[in-house]
């Protein structure tokens, strides 16, 4: 009672003082919503003035699961009073089972893992062009990336340099050389054009 008396009447910081903060020391890198989150459960958020919302965001899927989820929760603390973190310079007794489970639940032959989805667009990137030079016969430093238009997968280099947004690109560059195209979404015949066009560029 003391607590939702105290964010009523403003001797604990309000939504206002938290964005003014972001907006003071913070790079403004995104333009979020005006509600300052402090707790969330389930399907469900919580500002910091004490009202309840529906997570309809999902922190854009990466949150499908729902916020605090009880056997997630379970498993990290398990994981984190045993060992915190194993870098790739060393094997670990979790990385090679968890692998071969996603492997063989989804069919792959090996499994990549990311911390996030704008690593895994790189990472396609870095495979795709290794595959073409070694599978296809690819010369060096010729493979060419196709995108579509008016996508959006994350901010770094790669990302700006493939999109056709300017918010996105405008004074991040120069992105010459790194071999990026971009086609009309569903489009078949601006997919097969290009395709072709690289295609008598190699013969």
């Given at each position: 009672?003391f607590r ?8 604990i910081?309000n ?8 907006k ?5 890198n ?19 003035e004490?009202?309840k ?7 854009y ?9 009880p056997?997630?929760l ?7 009073q ?11 007794d979790?990385?090679?089972p ?12 090996k499994?990549?893992?990311m ?14 062009r290794?595959w073409?030079y070694?599978k ?6 010729r493979?060419?990336i196709?995108f579509?238009k008016s ?13 056709d947004?300017?918010?996105?690109y405008y ?6 050389g790194?071999?990026?195209e ?8 601006a ?6 066009t ?6």
């Amino acid at each position: 009672m003391f607590r939702q008396l105290a964010r009523r009447f403003g001797s604990i910081h309000n939504s206002k003082y938290f964005m003014e903060l972001e907006k003071q020391f913070g790079c403004h890198n995104y333009h979020p919503l005006p509600v300052v989150l402090t707790r969330g459960q389930g399907v469900h958020v919580w500002d910091v003035e004490g009202r309840k919302y529906l997570d309809f965001l999902a922190a854009y899927s990466a949150l499908n699961q729902g916020h605090v989820h009880p056997k997630i929760l379970e498993a990290f603390l398990h994981q984190s009073q045993r060992l915190t973190l194993t870098s790739r310079a060393f094997y670990s007794d979790k990385l090679g089972p968890t692998e071969k489970y996603i492997s063989e639940l989804f069919g792959y032959d090996k499994t990549l893992f990311m911390n996030g989805g704008v690593e895994a667009g790189e990472s396609a990137i870095k495979l795709a062009r290794r595959w073409g030079y070694v599978k296809k016969g690819i010369p060096d430093s010729r493979a060419k990336i196709i995108f579509a238009k008016s996508n959006f997968w994350g901010r770094t280099i790669a990302a700006c340099a493939s999109s056709d947004d300017p918010a996105r690109y405008y004074r991040f560059g120069p992105f010459d050389g790194l071999g990026f195209e971009l086609i009309d979404y569903d489009s078949p015949e601006a997919l097969e054009a290009v395709s072709y066009t690289h295609l008598r560029a190699h013969e």
